[in-house]
């Protein structure tokens, strides 16, 4: 099974708000390795950075998959 997680949705706000990854992890209350895990396609993440990055992008945590 692969990642689904729309990476777009992610680059796209960190762009659109002028924020690299540190800033955009501080924002969401992660670490840099969790959205490191995410960005690589690795499945060894906690389920809940997908929740905490969906309430910061403001979208349900269905819009944060593909398909």
């Given at each position: 099974?692969?990642?689904?997680?729309?990476?777009?949705?992610?680059?796209?706000?960190?762009?659109?708000?002028d924020l690299t990854r540190?800033?955009?992890?501080?924002?969401?209350?992660?670490?840099?390795?969790?959205?490191?895990?995410?960005?690589?396609?690795?499945?060894?993440?906690?389920?809940?950075?997908?929740?905490?990055?969906?309430?910061?992008?403001?979208?349900?945590?269905?819009?944060?998959?593909?398909?």
């Open positions: 099974m692969k990642n689904d997680v729309n990476l777009d949705l992610i680059t796209s706000y960190m762009a659109n708000n540190v800033d955009f992890c501080k924002k969401c209350n992660i670490s840099p390795q969790d959205l490191e895990l995410i960005f690589t396609g690795s499945l060894d993440f906690d389920l809940a950075i997908l929740f905490k990055i969906a309430r910061t992008l403001n979208i349900k945590i269905h819009e944060i998959f593909n398909g």
